[in-house]
């Protein structure tokens, strides 16, 4: 029975009753953000018909077919413009492309974002590509739908976790309902968004995420919204063509160093500027403008050239000058501070990259070199590898790819880690002033229990002890010296109070040295021998204390020991070395016999002697 109720108490996760209620808040919060994905997707096209065509109309446009000639140059411009007068007036958070912001609000405001960023960011996004930016539109969907579940959340009675859980539910329904790809939008949340991989927040953003998706289906379509052509699988899965993705995974790369060396290059030279930053989106839109009259293709969101290149059917030529123009303006214009989403712009430089690989790679089918490499730029340049993967799975409906898309993004990925400290999304954040980690793991002190780490030899008083006698202890050894909280005993071993070093002083001075010390006991904050150290460390958080008596379970309890921050850290302790200490584990002649007979040197142990002051 004692066993059984172990068991219940350190369950796999955490998740309550309280999930349930916010999975069917990020049911709603889904449906209602594919409306709004549906609303900016609207707006954008009206904008390219408005700027580029001057016409009232919420079709389709493309910014190429314009024949405004050389006033062409001028729309960005305008749109720029406009766009730093709502930031400098209206919100400065709709600056950016989005997900560093989300990260932001997450890490740093408690996941509070203002309700006008929600109304602000995409009307200033829709501006931004309506009049010729060379952005997407999934960032500012992204953030969008992540500030209507931020509102949803400070509406109601939550905490910030919960909050949290709201927030990238609508980040991630806006996705799923933008890209058709709801498998896609959780794999973000987890990778880029949420921090965690909990019950509590994977329940509801993946009913969010699949909430969008259904509801997309009867606004949109049901995708995928960049179907290719046949590819050869059974090449595709041979050692040399997997090799071959290895290579195009090295060349994605290091393109995806250099597109975010290339962004943060121009922010800082604009950052050099003498000139409020309010003005800082005009330059950049001069920059688009100029950029629209030497390649038209390469203004707007470009999935008609997505399209195209995984199609098969563009040229070398065309391609190599779209993707040259399309990652300068889209640097230029991101570095000043514009509007935008990456992850469009990543695609078509992506699929660019693959078409002029395809003109010297095996052929495999057509699209599928620009396939690819249109994977290995979004894993190398968000490092979300996993998300990348299944976002190109779920755009092309090519399922059967999955293994030569996984070793490009995984190459990719590799040397993105290596090379740069930072992705493009974190950098942002990391400029002012804060540290993302994008490593998870189990923390050490889950897994380290409080009886392997507490101090089991540690002074006890008698309750029926006299105060004087007990002040007289505090100096009799070294191990009373030390130790500053003491726990109070009946007369078989029960814990029942504790007092500090302080109490037993005061009350010594104050002349009530007769009294016992069981009058002068505090009731205690315990920790239990059988749970894990972190349980200890959040109790030791939540009263404000830094040490606890240990305990067993049985009635009354008995105390076994003292546990400090001192030996929870030996937890911390055994992870460093774990990740640190090189050693030879199984003996090279268990494996090898003839290693038995080869002449050994004997080796002095190393001095493992540490300074315990």
Known sequence: MADGKRRERLGDFTAGPRTLGLAALALMLGIFSAYVATALLALIAFFTNLFFYQRLSF????????????????????????????????????RGHGIPEALEAILIRGSRIQPRVA?????????????????????????????????????????????????????AAGMSATFASPVAAVFLAVELLLFELKPRSLIPVALASIAGAATRRHLLGAGPLFPIADIDLGAVMQPNALAWCAVVGLLAGGLSATLTAAVYAAEDAFARLRLHWMWWPALGGVVVGLGGLVCPEALGV????????????????????LMAVKAGIWAVSLGSGTSGGVLAPLLIMGSALGVVESHFLPAYGAGFWPLVSMAAILAGTMRAPLTALVFAIELTGRFGVALPILTAGIVAHTFTVLILKRSILTEKVARRGYHVSREYAIDPLEILFVREVMRAEVVVLPGESPIGGAAELLGATARARAQRLFPITDARGGLIGVATRGDIESAGASGVSGATIASIARTPIVAMADEPVRAAI????????????????????????????????????????????????????????????????????????????
């Open 59 to 94: 079709e389709a446009a493309a910014p190429a077919g314009h024949s405004l000639g050389l006033l062409g140059a001028l729309v960005p411009v305008v749109g720029c413009l406009i766009i730093g007068v709502m930031a400098r007036y209206g919100s400065e958070r709709i």
């Open 119 to 171: 109304l602000l960011k995409p009307i200033s996004s829709a501006i931004s590509i309506g009049s010729g930016g060379p952005f997407g539109a999934e960032g500012p969907i992204i953030m969008t739908g992540g500030a209507f579940g931020s509102i949803l959340a400070q509406l109601l009675r939550l905490t910030a976790a919960e909050r949290k859980t709201l927030l990238v539910a609508g980040a």
């Open 302 to 321: 470009g999935y008609d050239q997505i399209q195209a290149m995984l199609g098969g059917g563009a040229r070398l030529g065309p391609t190599l000058r």
């Open 538 to 613: 959040h109790r030791m958080a939540e009263s404000g204390v830094s040490r606890l008596p240990v305990v067993d379970r049985s009635e009354p309890p008995v105390l076994l020991g003292l546990i400090t921050l001192k030996e929870a850290l030996k937890a911390r302790a055994r992870h460093l070395e774990e990740e640190r200490r090189r050693e030879r584990v199984l003996p090279l002649a268990a494996i090898i016999p003839i290693a038995r007979l080869l002449p050994t040197r004997s080796v002095a142990p190393p001095d493992r002697k540490r300074n315990t002051s």
